[in-house]
């Protein structure tokens, strides 16, 4: 075990739960999102919620299913190169499950994919070090041995090679999570054309920002994207009024509460939870 104080202290959880011990009751990274995601089974429903961005809780909702597929996956040892996480952010989700084995199976897997990528890295700087030690050869040999060799290459029709390029394969936990907020995002799109959605996420909490871009992007020209717009902007407004009441520190100073303070509500809306 590693001092507190260790440069690498990050690692001692995750580390811990490989070696098998026992999680120190760690939150599931959606345990906010319980209640809510149980209430709001649908993107319909969570439209009309006031209390998180609709697209965060439907985020929430992929991670949740991403995860019970990487337990499936590993539970029955079937393709888990669909599901297994790459990347430190989802690799970390799956150790805050708490299944020492689980962690141990998607931490191997990663490793794999890395030293395969490396390997990748390596045969392309090697390859690109012969392709620069064969041209500077043919070079030194004069103008004329050069001139030639590009001739004899023109008249072959023969393209120059090109170094090769080594690039890791996406996060499955990150593409399947982006593809069901992107897929989310449309279908809000398409909500918002019909009047009575629009009147119900008028009353939500809205989008947060990077959500909002999102939708934003998807959105056609005309009425909902104006739509999509001025509400944004209304609750920008929101949140400066509450930035602003939290510095004068009004609601502090009457609730002794600073976790619920209006500018920290504010902020994790602003930010999303997703």
Known sequence: AWPPDDTAATLNHPLGLVAGMPAAGAPSSDAGFAGVLEHCPTLV???SLRQACPLCIEAARARQRWLQNVQAAARFEHDDWLFFPTCSEHIGMVARLGEPKLTAAVVSRALSVTRRYLRQQIQVLVRAAELRDEQARIKAEGPEVWAAHKRKRAKQNT???????????????CARIEIAEIGTAGKLVDLLHQKKYRDAFGRCDGLCMRHFAQTYLLAPKGLVRSMLAEDQRNRLAEFARSLDEGEHGTHEHE??????????????RFCGFS
């Open 255 to 268: 609730t002794g509460d600073c976790l619920h303070a209006p500018w920290r509500v504010g902020l994790g």
């Open 45 to 47: 429903d969570a439209i």
């Open 159 to 173: 393209v120059d090679e090109k170094v090769p390029t080594a690039r890791l394969a996406p996060c499955p936990g």
